[in-house]
């Protein structure tokens, strides 16, 4: 399953996900993985959610980002949710050609029974159809 979170910058989007992420140790029996753009929130979360740092592996885009992650679930097969923040920043794409990578990430969910939590900046009403519908 794949859900956004969508909002403005400064909306509180990563608060939520953050405060998603911390409450999800209390529900997932796997391991949570947070992944962000820099290092900024990393002490906001609880120590047993695995954090990464995904400027440290110069992820630049969509299909290079879908690559990392396939990588980490073909390494842990306990992973059952991801949360990422500065979804858009770290994909340096345009959100309205994502359509192909988004059908691909729900497959990749699907198939390895892992949740994917994404927080996307952008004005809601701007964005395509096919992203709106994963909103939480």
């Known amino acids: 399953m794949i859900q956004v979170i969508m909002g403005k910058k400064g909306s509180g989007k990563t ?73 858009v920043k770290m994909v340096n794409a345009d959100m309205k050609t994502m359509e192909p990578f988004f059908a691909r990430l729900e497959e990749l969910s699907k198939a390895r029974n892992v949740n994917f939590v994404i927080s996307i900046s952008g004005d809601p009403a701007e964005l395509p159809e096919f992203i709106t519908r994963y909103a939480i």
């Open 15 to 87: 608060k939520r996900l953050i405060d998603q992420a911390n409450d999800a140790l209390k529900v997932e029996h796997g391991s949570v993985v947070f992944i962000d753009d820099d290092t900024r929130y990393m002490y906001d979360l609880r120590h047993e959610i695995r954090f990464v740092d995904a400027s440290d592996y110069k992820i630049a885009s969509a299909d290079m980002f879908y690559g990392f992650v396939s990588g980490m679930l073909s390494m842990n097969f306990d992973i059952s949710v991801i949360f990422v923040d500065a979804f």
